[in-house]
């Protein structure tokens, strides 16, 4: 080998360490500057931080909105029972409300989320609210989640913490956080939670096109399909609340549904149906003060097509009757 190729190839390994030197100190940086200005308001920075968070979508801000003290009450699940607005039942129970659902999430992320804002708190909570739709029917444990979800956000490892802090988007928003910090008055993502989907869906027709009112026309199957007898969501239910929220009122709510999303009696799909609402209803009757809220049945409000944008998802129509027995069974628990 003649000096000049062993000349380059000494350089070239030259740059090589010093691009792998200057990339780990980049992303060293970058991490201590994301754990130091704590990007979702995670409580886990060693300063006093301004609180809470810009507007994001709120699987991300329930990070900072579950650990609000200024709350006592919270509200979980998926879209499902999204509508149901934190500041009705803060009037009507006298506790103050948090919604921390997340749109198309099932049992295993709202477990996460309950268990977050339940070690979140410095006294007690006064209520929770719990949606339970058909993701908590399944009898797979390990049922992948539909959509990705920040597990790492709400992981009690801080070592999982810092990990998750190495990925683009946490970067992108450690950025952002350093203009609501040192913005005076920033845009805040709403403290309570709340976010009406009514406008949304009305921008997709899904009120004024034809074809969108006549699917609501034809039978869907929501039961979950399980007639294995093991409801796994159930169990991790109990055994949280158990750990976690002993005494604490828990309001289990079957949401509402049309009545061509209802299963037709005698079948396969009934059976599945009642056995999930079986399982939920022992632990409401065995569980002290807690209740079931059973909208998922053929009532009036839900024989009418006009209150629903698609099988599952109801309008305020229905909603504020619905947290109006939320919070009617509330009062009772107390």
Known sequence: MNSSTSSSEARWRGFVRT???AGAAIAGALLALSLLIDPYDSGRSPFALKTGVRPQGPRTAAASRGRDPAFAGAVFGNSHIQLVQPEQLTQQTGIPFVS???PATGARETLVLLDWFLRNRKEPAKALVIGI?????FADPNRPVDHPFPFWLYERSHLAYLRGLLRFDAVEESLRRLGYLTTRSPERARPDGYWDYESGYEAHGYVAVQKHRDELRKHLDISGGNLTGQFPAAVALRQLLERAAPG????????PNLVTALPVPGTPEAEADAACRGAYARLAAERPRTALVDWRVDRPENREPDNYFDHTHYRRTIAVPLAADIAAAISRLR
């Open 100 to 102: 921390l659902i997340a």
């Open 19 to 21: 691009f792998l030197i």
């Open 248 to 255: 604490v009122p828990v309001v289990l709510v079957r949401p």
């Open 133 to 137: 739709d058909r993701q908590w029917c």
